[in-house]
């Protein structure tokens, strides 16, 4: 499949709507306008490619919303090279926009299906992360830590203390918190056990599963 001028035109219109919904890091517009967010959609469904709404992908998974993407992208506040720890590698969207921001990337995936596919894909379009790993989230990736920045991409019912010791100090966790509905939440690390916490607003994510391997 190809990346045309007309998926270009969409992705600069779903822009346009991101900066309404105000979305305002340069850097996060940047990626979004030229990752071609189609071709890690089924073929039959490339009209809904640029729409800003989550679709269904394979294992009963989602690529999350362009808004969704661009907000957690933009918490985290990513700065060229950045080691960032992704929980909910899925479609390898999100890995993508890491990846444009100019951040190493360390990407765990719990369902099978979706890491092998993912795995294989991604360096087709020229993604090449730090490391894709088959595992458990809730664990993190302790070998590789501290993170300057950790992103979940899935609704975690409380937050993982693992998680929460990977952080480097000064560094940012973005994960939605909650079950049917999960509030967005940001720690940053201030110290090693002290931690600055901030809401913002609900969301829906497809669950984070936890002792599946």
């Known amino acids: 499949m190809k990346d045309t001028f007309k998926h270009q035109g969409m992705r600069q219109k779903l822009v346009d709507t ?3 919904k105000d979305i305002k890091d340069k850097g996060v ?6 990752i071609p967010r189609h071709l890690f959609m089924d073929s039959g469904f490339i009209d809904h490619a640029y729409m800003d ?16 993407v661009a907000f957690q992208s933009e918490l985290l506040q ?39 596919k993912t795995s294989k894909f991604l360096p087709t379009i020229g993604y090449r992360a730090k490391k894709l790993i088959f595992g458990d989230g809730y664990k993190g990736l302790p070998e590789e830590a501290p993170f300057k920045s950790i992103i979940v991409t899935a609704g975690a019912p409380y937050v993982p203390n693992p998680l929460l010791s990977q952080l ?5 966790l973005v994960i939605p918190v909650g079950d049917d509905v999960q ?31």
Request: zero cysteines; glycine letters at 10%.
């Open 18 to 20: 991101l900066i309404k």
């Open 29 to 34: 517009l940047k990626a979004i306008g030229k």
């Open 53 to 68: 709404k989550a679709f269904p992908i394979a294992a009963d998974q989602t690529i999350s919303q362009p808004y969704t």
């Open 78 to 116: 990513i700065q060229p090279g950045d080691t960032v720890l992704e929980i909910g590698t899925g479609s390898g969207y999100q890995t993508a926009v890491l990846l444009e921001l100019g951040a190493k990337v360390y990407s765990i995936e719990r369902q099978k299906e979706l890491f092998k």
């Open 168 to 172: 480097a100090i000064g560094g940012r």
């Open 183 to 213: 509030v967005m939440t940001l720690f940053i690390r201030k110290g090693l056990k002290d931690f600055e916490k901030h809401e913002f607003g609900d969301f829906r994510f497809v669950p984070m599963l936890e002792n599946k391997n």
